[in-house]
Nanobody, 131 residues
Framework: LQLAESGGGWVQAGGSLRLSCATS????????IGWFRQAPGKEREELSC???????????TYADSVAGRFTVSRDAAETTVYLQMNSLKPEDSGHYSC??????????????????????WGLGTSVTVSS
């Protein structure tokens, strides 16, 4: 199981970035994907969850801090999960990671599950938002 994030970088406040989480080495259809970030000196924050491909109904959920600005989605081949980040703020700066959890039903993402529910993590990508 491997996850690889990309798309981080520097952006001015109000701008946008799209992060990618490429999955490989496992049957991704049964895995939910979460996005997380960690700012220097702060605890890791859970941002979003998108339910597995195999779940009958798709579910996405977001932290209050990013709801309405960030959108999580899967590509057509459903091997990559994206985090579209709009209206970025300096406080969105941090190291962003994706993680996978075996979760064949959509109720896993009914609410943010908690990082302890995720078994596989990528190395992350850094985002800097300047004011």
């Amino acid at each position: 199981l491997q996850l690889a994030e990309s798309g981080g970088g520097w952006v001015q406040a109000g701008g946008s970035l799209r992060l990618s989480c490429a999955t490989s080495g496992f049957r991704v259809e049964h895995y939910a994907i979460g996005w997380f970030r960690q700012a220097p000196g702060k605890e890791r924050e859970e941002l979003s969850c998108i339910s597995s491909i195999s779940s009958i109904t798709r579910a996405t959920t977001y932290a209050d801090s990013v709801a309405g600005r960030f959108t999580v989605s899967r590509d057509a081949a459903e091997t990559t999960v994206y985090l579209q980040m709009n209206s970025l703020k300096p406080e969105d700066s941090g190291h962003y990671s994706c993680a996978a959890a075996w979760a064949p039903t959509s109720d896993f993402c009914a609410v943010l599950p908690g990082e302890w529910r995720y078994a596989t993590w990528g190395l992350g990508t850094s985002v800097t938002v300047s004011s």
